[in-house]
């Protein structure tokens, strides 16, 4: 842990993960200022130094992003991954190297990955201009959700939302080199022909553009010698996964990257949260759709790590479980 040191996208997901988790917007930060400026005017200038940290705030804040603006997109996207990976690394992991090294493993994936998709004219996302998206796990989430599980060698590993394959293929390699653990899939496919347009356009209730090409299964992206450590079972993770949890009992790690409703996303951490073993991870893709993830988390006092592409993971606690009564719902977003 010692040896990190410290240095500091796509329409709808991007305004969620650039003001992050716990930010507040800027325009709570100005109402407050208002606030305190009228206390001011009715309590005298004992509140004159609130006022002006509150100002302050809101100045630093306005220049910051007036820097980001003027900052050239690669230059802010390469900052912004060497502080992901330094938030990541430094909880996670013991040194800088060992994410290299974990990175470096699954160099070997995309080659398949691409060749794969290269077949429907399209390349793995944030790779090149793709004229059709698979709708799978960002390749740099992918590294870190890789590294992770590396890291903390899970026996009994669940996921929802399957889809080509790409994440069963990340943390199936990991399995293969850990030479440990089972991964469970669940997934409810749709497919369509890619070559007609029309059959890209988001799907109306969750707005997901994710099919398997007609002719291929779910998860045919998953090489053969990856596959003895895999179980996919095809249904609505409503209906397959109470059953499931129940014959596993308890599990090592959860990921979800299935139907990105508040309602589905709730149901399946609130379910997975009854199985997980303490201090075991939780992984959320597409967090940022709805308030579900970000709820879960601040209704449980939980942190949670950014892996990129609007992919999450939090760590359950002993007892993190709250009272049903408690659950909240509805939700603003991030
Ligand atoms: C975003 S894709 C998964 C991408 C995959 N994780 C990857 O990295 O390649 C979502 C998948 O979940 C499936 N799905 C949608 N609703 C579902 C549900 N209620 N239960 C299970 N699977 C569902 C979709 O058909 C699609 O195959």
Known sequence: MASWSACCCCSRRASGYERGFHDRPRQTVRSEAAKHSEEFDEQGPGLGLLRASENWRY????????????????????????????????HFLDDRHELAGYRAELESLWPVVDAAYGRWGARTSGVGNHPVSFAELSPKSSERLYALIRKLRPGLLVETGVCNGVSSAVILQALHANRFG??????????????????????????TVAVVPVGQDPGWLVPDELRPRWEL??????????????????????????????????????LAEKHLAPGAPLVVDDANWNGAFSDFVRARGLHSWDLDGGTYVTELSAGSEIDPGQVIVGGEGL
């Not at 599990?251 to 990257?257: G, S, T, Y």
């Open 182 to 207: 089972h991964l469970y899939s669940v997934d409810l496919p749709q497919f369509a022909d890619p070559s007609e347009a029309a059959h890209w356009k988001p799907e109306p209730v969750t707005g």
């Open 233 to 270: 079972l095809i249904g609505r993770s409503q209906e397959i996964l109470p059953p499931l949890l129940q014959r596993l009992g308890q599990i090592d790690f959860f990921m979800h990257d299935s139907e990105h409703t508040y309602e589905c996303m709730h149901f399946e951490m609130t």
């Open 59 to 90: 100045h630093v804040n306005t220049l910051t992003k007036a820097m980001r603006t003027l900052t050239p997109a690669p230059i802010r996207s390469a900052t912004r991954q060497s502080r992901l990976d330094w938030a990541f690394g430094r």
